[in-house]
Each structure stands twice: as C-alpha cells, then as structure tokens.
C-alpha cells in the first residue's frame, strides 16, 4: 500500500517560496490564500494540483477551508504561513497596537479550529526583541492556549544552503493531544558559520547568468549560454531547460555611472561625498560582495546592484539569490514579481525545517 504524502495548507502564502520549500521535502501542498492577487496568480501556475483562494483570511473559516480541499482536519498535517509583519519590522513604526499585527490572530484561529499535528509560522527576527519580547510572549502563549507546544528560534537562511544572509523567525508547534511531550528540535546548520563547509556566495548563486549585457533587454525565455560551474548553480537549474524572468533593468547614463563606481562589495561611501545625498536611504548604492552570501533580497531592489554588472539584479538572479529553481515561474509586471521574490521565505530555508518535521510525522507514524 502506497503512503500517502503528508498534507500541508499554506496560508499568507504570497508567491509560494514556504509552499516550494516543503514540496521539495516531500508534503503535498493542498492549500493556499493570499489577498495579493498577483501573488495567488504565481502560486497557481507553480502549485497547478493545489486548491488557491485570493481573499482575504478573515474571511474563510477551518470548515470552509477543509471543505474546498475535499478532506477532513485529521489528514491536515501541518498548517504553515508567514502572516504580514510590516508591523513588527524594525523599518516599520513598530506599535504594538498595529492592525498588521493581529492578523497572526487569524493564523491562530485557523490553527485552532483545523488542529494539524504541527504548524510552522514564519515572521521578521525583530518580532523577538519587539516591546521587550511582550509580542513574541503573546504569540506562544496564544499557541499554548490552544494546545500546541511551541518552540521559537531565528535561522539564518545562509546556513541551509541559501546563498544569503536572511534571518527570520520560525514558530513550530506540535499538537499536544498528538504528540505526547514530544519537543520540536529545529535542523542543524548545514553551511556556514558554526559548520565547514562554506556558505554559498553570491556568484557562486547567479555567475552563469552573467551572459547579459547591462544595455539590452532580452526575452523571458532565454537560452542556457554558460556551463554549471558549482552544485549550487546544478541544482537550481534542474529539470530547466532556459531561463525565465531574466529581462534586466535599463538605466540611464548617469545611474551607470555612478554604480560604476562603487566596487564589489561596497556601497555609498565608496563615492565621492557629493553623491552620498543623491539617494536618501542608508543602503543606496550597495552592490553585492561576490564572495559573501548576498545581503537580504528586499521587495524593492532599487538600490541594490550586482556585483560586477551596473545594474540591478534581474527577477531571476533575485529568484536564485533566495533558492527558487529555474523552473519557477513569477509572473506580472516585473515591479510585481520582485516584490513577489523578496516577500518569500526561501525554498531551501523552507526544505530544511520541511525535513525535519517529516521526520516528525513519520516517527510518529511508526509508534502507532
């Protein structure tokens, strides 16, 4: 008799880098909602066999939800998702009263009436520190309450493979009425500091992309033209047989001009003092360190450039700089699909907690 996957409902689920990440550890990816129209639109093409909803979670309840997917709570496994947190960024305003911020309320209440055997709730490090660690306090009572025992920890994405430096806060709890004290323990590092094996870098992420010119707009649809050259490069261009989303960004002469000054690695110190004005935010003018894993890939990317072209990275090389394989597709106006990439949780960040909690479910299996 075949076993069947293990189920997983995404929710806040954007463009779908958390849904990739647990599809690459084996689960079937069953749901996903996201208010973001142009995000669900991403998600369907890259989840086709998963049910999507573009609305609103407020809006749907854990019977609703259960319903569209045509199956009962008891085969929901685990409910994963990484709700808004402009709220509890440290660019944002940081009031603990914030709207954004009780939407993770929802999250709790769908985890509530569902009761998966475990979830995992993705937010910005900044939440942990947040008043004094009052909201991080809040968020695990809430999931205590509910019967869940909930571990909390920050990552940092370069240390599973993802060739940069992104922290994040993982939330995973198991459900107590089906795991007896059993305590989550998040995966080891696999790469970089507290390992040997180093990180990879950003060239090692995106060099054999490098083909295009900084003066010419080319297709969505391009052929390979350089070799693999590292195991990073190989698996993210499996089963790909061109690259899409590569359509660079033209800028003006003057623009150029002025990225061609700073070198690798550097930033807007690197040009002469009456050009520091020129962009009025603290990390205008950085171009990726080719020997570093990149800095974190935002949902703007206008003032972050590539390490040796003058311009800014394509959706593609953000797409591999956050671990999404070639095969991936972001689709709308690139505005959006940047957005898109430097909202998600990165694919092999995802794989790894994935992993581990397979491992979970499968020893838990084993004891029934």
Wanted: charged share 25%.
């Amino acid at each position: 008799m075949k076993k069947r996957k293990y189920n997983v409902i995404d929710l806040f689920c954007g463009c779908g880098g958390f849904s990739k990440g647990f599809e690459e550890a084996g689960f079937n990816i069953c749901f996903g909602i996201d208010l973001w129209k142009d995000a669900i639109i991403t998600y369907r093409h890259n989840f086709p066999n998963a049910v999507t909803l573009n609305d609103d979670i407020t809006n749907i309840d854990g019977n609703a939800i259960l319903d569209r997917i045509g199956i009962q709570a008891k085969d929901v496994d685990v409910i994963i998702g990484g709700p808004p947190c402009q709220g509890f960024s440290v660019s944002g305003k940081r009031m603990i009263d914030d709207e954004r911020n009780k939407l993770y309320k929802s999250f709790v209440q769908l985890v509530s009436e569902i009761q998966p055997k475990i979830f995992v709730m993705e937010n910005v490090p900044g939440l942990v520190r947040l008043f004094k660690g009052k909201v991080a306090e809040q968020v695990l009572e809430d999931f205590s309450r509910i019967g869940y025992n909930v571990q909390m920890k920050i990552l940092s994405a370069d240390n599973y493979g993802v060739p940069q430096q992104r922290k994040r806060v993982f939330f995973v709890g198991l459900n107590n009425n089906k795991f007896n004290k059993v305590e989550y323990k998040y995966p080891d590092p696999l790469c970089g500091n507290g390992t040997n094996v180093p990180a990879w870098t950003c060239k090692d992420a995106i060099s054999d992309l490098d083909f295009v010119p900084d003066d010419k707009v080319l297709g969505e649809d391009i052929p390979y033209k350089i070799a693999i050259q590292n195991k990073y490069q190989q698996k993210m261009r499996e089963n790909s047989n061109s690259i899409l989303n590569h359509s660079i960004t033209i800028h003006n002469d003057k623009t150029k001009k002025i990225i061609a000054m700073v070198p690798d690695g550097g930033n807007y110190k690197d040009l002469p003092k009456e050009l520091w004005s020129t962009r009025k935010v603290h990390i205008a003018w950085t171009r990726m360190d080719s020997k570093k894993p990149c800095f974190t890939i935002d949902t703007g990317h206008n003032h972050h450039f590539h390490y040796k072209e003058n311009r800014v990275p394509t959706v593609r090389e953000s797409a591999r700089i956050q671990s999404f394989p070639d095969t991936f597709k972001f689709i709308g106006i690139k505005t959006s699909q940047l957005k898109q990439v430097g909202n998600a949780v990165p694919p092999l960040l995802a794989k790894a907690i994935g992993e581990s909690i397979s491992n979970i479910l499968k020893r838990s299996t084993e004891d029934v």
